[in-house]
Every structure is written in structure tokens, then in C-alpha cells.
């Protein structure tokens, strides 16, 4: 037998004994170093560059002032926003041309809120043209009034059903004198989904229909999904389930359809998604665990034997002490995530648990947070079950924790982000096609000095 100590500039990790296997030809496993919208919509505007890209920007009135960018943002760098002033606006953003496809069902959304609503309002809304793309033509018809008071940011669906097949431009559309503030965000035309969220506090099951209501676009408003309706991912078409504060739900089937988001509500009590058995759920995008607002409460996702299969993962705790823990506990099931995890705080409020033999497979890197087993979480305890393999075809970079099981996959260049210790097996995995070299598990991996 003969000791092998793989030397990733200043970062190593000795792993132990091979055996005294041909070494293949021509392999480079190198370690250097390198440094919120639907990820299939039509269309996307997030006015993070401005003036926006292919839109107009026109007054009206006789207004110095018209649409600006503002850092006031639901997601990233910049949001659209028209302020009040003493001054008579009448200002249009339009966006460029955007075909909708014949046959297909789309759907217009956007994120806003408001200020100085009441008896200061004036007008906005949206309108939408299928001819001219000049502001104030008639061929811009009203699609929705933004007249209530929104203090937060919330989310606004429209839907472009009778539109398919046609060219269209959307105006977002500001009217005042000494009125109101709007801001809007994250603007996108994507194919028509059906959002979900719990209806009711307690413990209750994902596949029965009365746990959820469902978004309704004929009014704008939510209802109490029917049978016909079914539960998340039932049907085709299934796009953000959101699980309220308080609720709980137990995974007890395998939807059979994929849904695109799964979000938890911040709040003040303690919530959960537990599977139940070895059932399976599909996320096409993201997994967002958001924060607690009170002491002593968890917000988590409990994988146990099941799997778990997402593109991001965000896991926030913010505020208060480290009893407000927002996690994903594994026991024997297997998270899979092909982009990134990424948790914003602590270890002691933001891990992934590991209780049995589970693995998450990221193929992305890891932020943030810890990989633990402690109940409650840690800031330095690593884990003593458990597997994470980096399994991306690509570059990739591998988080700095300490692992139970280590793995290294896939292709390309992983680059460790400091020492890295590993306290049972290290397995690495080299595609040398036609023929591959896995090695054996190598039980006494740890950092070197």
C-alpha cells in the first residue's frame, strides 16, 4: 500500500491509503482557486441597468420629473419607481415588443408596493397594446388598477391567455399631482402557472386538496382549492407553493407533477415540511426557508428517507438569537440540489442536519450556515453521519466544513475554499472515459498542517 497526498495549492487534504492500483493516464484532477425569476420565462425585466433595456421611458404631462430606478428592490440591484411631486404626471414605461406564443398560456407578473395611498391617489396600472407601442394610443387597454395600499412588496399576476399568438407591449403607467409612490420589480411573462399556499394552521396533508388554496386569476384573488383542482404538482402546472406561518404539512405522496417553487412564509411560529416514508418531491427552482420572527421557533424541511430534488436552496435566519433555526435535516433520504445552498447566517440558526446515512448532491457549492448533526445546530460541530458530493460535469467549489463522507464527482476543476477536514471516507471519482477509477473509501482523512 502506498500513501497518496493530493496537494491543492495551499490547501490539502491527505486521504490516506490507496491501493496499489495502475494509476490512469492523462488525468488532471485539479483544485484551484476561482472566484429570484423563473428560470423558463418568455420574458424578464429586473431593472438592475437603467434606463431598461428596449423600453420607453415618455411624460405626458407636463412634468419634469417621470420613472426612475430606485434601490428600494424586492430582488436585486434596482426596481422601477415614480415618486410623487407637485407636478401633473402622466408617465408611461413601456416595454418592447414580446410575443406571446399561439397555443400556450402565459401570464404576466410583477412585484410592487405603494405609498401615500387614500386620498392622495391619483392612478397607476397596467395597460396592455397588441398595436401601437406609443404612449396614450388607444390601442392600450386597461389589464389592472393598482389602487390599494401594498406597504410591502407583493406579488401581482395577470393573465395574457388572449393574447397568445399576438405582439404585445406593456405599459406601466403613472398619473398625478401631489399623489402617490409606486415601485415595481422583477417584471416577467412566463407560461401560465397554479400558485398554491396553505390554508390552515395545524398539521395537515399535502395530497388532499383542502389543505391549500389556489390562486385564482379571474379574481385576483385566493379560494379554496377544489378537488378538481388538486393538491401541488397533481397536474401539470404547478408553480409557487407557499407554506404559510403555522402551517405544517406532511409530504404523504409523491406528486407525480414537478412544481417550481417552494417557499415558507417569515413568522413568528415554528414550521414545517415533514416527508413522510420515502416519498419524493421535484423543484424546478428554488427552495426558500425564510426567516423566523420569534425566539425559539424553527422553520425546516424534514427530508428524513425521502428525496428532495431542487435547483437553489436559500436558507434565512435574521434577527433575534440562535434559538430562530431555519435547517434541512436528512436521515437516510437524499437532497438533491444542481445549483447552490446557500444559508445566510450562523450555524447555530442556518445548517443541514444530518441524522443517518442520507447525501446531498450539489452540484453548485455550499455558503453560509454549517453541516452539523447537532440538534439546534452548531457553529463548528460537523457532522458524524452522512454524505455531501460535489457531483457538478463542471467547475466547482467546494464549501469549507467539516464532513462526515466527502465526495468528489463529475468534471472540471473543484476548488477547495480553505483546509478541509474530513472525518471518515473521502471518495473520489475521476471520469477517464472510456474507462473510470473510483477510489476505495479512505478512512483516515484529515487536514493537514
Known sequence: MSQELYDYGDRQIETGLFGNAPKAQGISVSFNERSGHSKNALFTESFDTWPPQGWTITQLGGAAGNWQQSTDTYAGAGSAFHGWAHQSFDSWLVSPAITIPAGEEYMLSFWEKNQYMGSWYDYSGVLISTGSNSPGHENFIEAYESNSSISTYTQKFIDLSAYAGQTIYIAFVYRGNDAHNWWVDEVQISEKRYHYRTRQTGTQNWGTAASWEIFDYNTGNWRNATAAD????????????????????TLNVSPQHAIENLEFNSGGTSTTLSFQAENSLIILNDLVINTNTSNNRNRSVDIGNGTLTVSDVYVYSDGGTDSRDSFI?????????SGNVTMNSTGARTYIRFTGNGTLNVGGTITGGNITSNNGGHNTNGPNSGTVNYNHAGDQQVGNYT???????????????????????????VDCSPWAITTLPLPTTRPMP
Open 329 to 337: 435535516l436528512i436521515n437516510n433520504g437524499t437532497l438533491n440540489v
Open 230 to 249: 388538486g393538491y401541488p404538482g397533481q397536474n401539470p402546472g404547478t408553480g409557487t407553493v407557499t407554506i404559510q406561518n403555522n402551517h405544517n404539512i
Open 403 to 429: 464532513y462526515h463522507n466527502l465526495a468528489i464527482s463529475g468534471g472540471g476543476r473543484k476548488s477547495l475554499q480553505g483546509n478541509t477536514t474530513v472525518s471518515n471516507n473521502f471518495y473520489l471519482t
